[in-house]
C-alpha cells in the first residue's frame, strides 16, 4: 500500500462497549507506534511495537486498553468498556526501524463515546 | 518528567511576514527535538529534526540547550504554510513526548 492505513476512520459507540481499531503499517516496517490525540491535547503515546512484541507499554492509560500485533504487520487497539474519556482521535505510525521520528502516520481513527 | 509546552495554540500573520512557533521543553537527559506538521486533510508528517540542522521549507529551529527552547522559525510566510505544527521530544529510544499544537494562519 502506499501508507499507513487505519481502519474504521470513525468510530461511535455507546459507553460500556468495547471497540478494535487497527492499523495497517507500511510494509517492511518493523516498528509501529499507537498515538492518542484528545481534545485540546497534544498526541500521547501509547505502545509501541517491534516486530510483534510490545517492549514499550507504559502509554497505555488503563487496563482497559490493549494492542496486539500479528505477523510483524497489522495491530489491533482494543478498548474494552469505553468511557467518554475514551473519545479522542487514535493515530498510528510506522518505521522501519526502532525509533519514531522518521515514522510514517495514519490518518487516524476518530473515536466518540456516547 | 518531561514536558513539551507550545504557548501559542493559534498564531495568525500575514503572508510575507516572519513567523516564529514557539516551543520550550523540558528534560533531564540530551534532549533530541522534532517538528511535525499537519496540513489541511493530511496526515502529519516530520518537517525537521534539530540534529539535521536543516532548513525544511524555508523553515529552520535551533535548539537552545540554555534557554530550553526549539522554535520554530520562517523569514517570510507563505499561505501554503497554513497548518498545525508540534513540537516533539524524544526520550529514550522509542517514546515521543508532543506538545498540544499550534494553528499557524497565514493571511493572505
Known amino acids: 500500500g502506499a501508507g499507513v492505513s487505519q481502519s474504521p476512520s470513525n468510530k461511535v459507540t455507546e459507553k460500556g462497549k468495547d471497540v478494535e481499531l487497527r492499523c495497517d503499517p507500511i510494509s517492511g516496517h518493523t516498528a509501529l507506534y499507537w498515538y492518542r490525540q484528545s481534545l485540546g491535547q497534544g498526541l500521547e503515546f501509547l505502545i509501541y511495537?517491534?516486530?510483534?512484541?510490545?517492549?514499550?507499554k507504559s502509554g497505555l492509560p488503563s487496563d482497559r486498553f490493549s494492542a496486539e500485533r500479528t505477523g510483524g504487520s497489522v495491530s489491533t487497539l482494543t478498548i474494552q468498556r469505553t468511557q467518554q474519556e475514551d473519545s479522542a482521535v487514535y493515530l498510528c505510525?510506522?518505521?522501519?526501524?526502532?525509533?519514531?521520528?522518521?515514522?510514517?502516520f495514519g490518518p487516524g481513527t476518530r473515536l466518540t463515546v456516547t | 518528567a518531561q514536558r513539551v509546552t507550545q504557548p501559542e495554540k493559534l498564531l495568525s500573520v500575514f503572508k510575507g511576514a516572519p513567523v516564529e512557533l514557539k516551543c520550550n521543553y523540558s528534560?533531564?537527559?540530551?534532549?533530541?527535538l522534532f517538528w511535525y506538521v499537519q496540513y489541511s486533510r493530511q496526515r502529519l508528517q516530520l518537517l525537521l529534526r534539530?540534529?539535521s540542522r536543516e532548513s525544511i521549507k524555508g523553515f529552520t529551529a535551533d535548539l537552545n540547550k540554555g534557554e530550553t527552547s526549539f522554535h520554530l522559525k520562517k523569514p517570510f510566510a507563505q499561505e501554503e504554510d497554513s497548518a498545525m505544527y508540534y513540537c516533539?521530544?524524544?526520550?529514550?529510544?522509542?517514546?515521543?513526548?508532543f506538545g498540544t499544537g499550534t494553528r499557524l494562519t497565514v493571511i493572505p
Open positions: 516533539a521530544l524524544l526520550t529514550g529510544a522509542n517514546n515521543l513526548f
Open positions: 534539530h540534529i
Open positions: 528534560y533531564s537527559g540530551s534532549p533530541e
Open positions: 505510525a510506522s518505521s522501519l526501524a526502532m525509533g519514531p521520528a522518521g515514522s510514517y
Open positions: 511495537f517491534q516486530g510483534n512484541s510490545a517492549p514499550d
